[in-house]
């Protein structure tokens, strides 16, 4: 299993840029007289983030891209850059990414957990 890149290789999201959710998938049923039914598809509960750098070198952002594309479809460990609890995630979406300057970059991902 991968790992995300070390902190050495890769700036830590900024952290008001970091989001986070709980996701419990749920099955919902209609019926007549406009009443619903819903209930959880799973006991478990999943984390989702969004992750995000205002200003991030170009070799950076390489060294994220090259993660990224090694990594979509495969599940990797990441550290909770606040908790520092390990978690196995798997990318979602895409990586979104902006030019600041020359040499900078904004960037935005999303991983979720397995």
């Known amino acids: 299993m991968a790992s995300w890149p070390s902190v050495n290789s890769l700036s830590p999201p900024d952290y008001n840029g970091l ?3 709980n996701y419990i998938p ?3 049923s209609e ?3 406009n ?3 819903t209930r959880p598809r799973a006991t478990r509960v999943r984390k989702r983030w969004n ?3 205002g200003v991030l070198p170009e070799a950076e952002f390489q060294t994220l891209q090259l993660f990224v594309n090694t990594a ?3 599940m990797f460990g990441w550290t909770h850059p606040v908790t520092t609890s390990v978690h196995t995630c798997t990318i979602l ?3 979104n990414s902006g030019v600041i300057s020359p040499g900078f970059r904004s960037a935005k991902i ?3 957990e397995i």
Do not use: R
Request: proline share 0%.
């Open 31 to 33: 019926f007549e007289g």
């Open 51 to 53: 992750l995000s750098w």
């Open 35 to 37: 009443y619903m039914q």
């Open 19 to 21: 989001t986070e959710e």
């Open 93 to 95: 979406g895409y990586l």
């Open 72 to 74: 979509t479809g495969n």
């Open 110 to 112: 999303g991983i979720g």
């Open 26 to 28: 749920m099955i919902q």
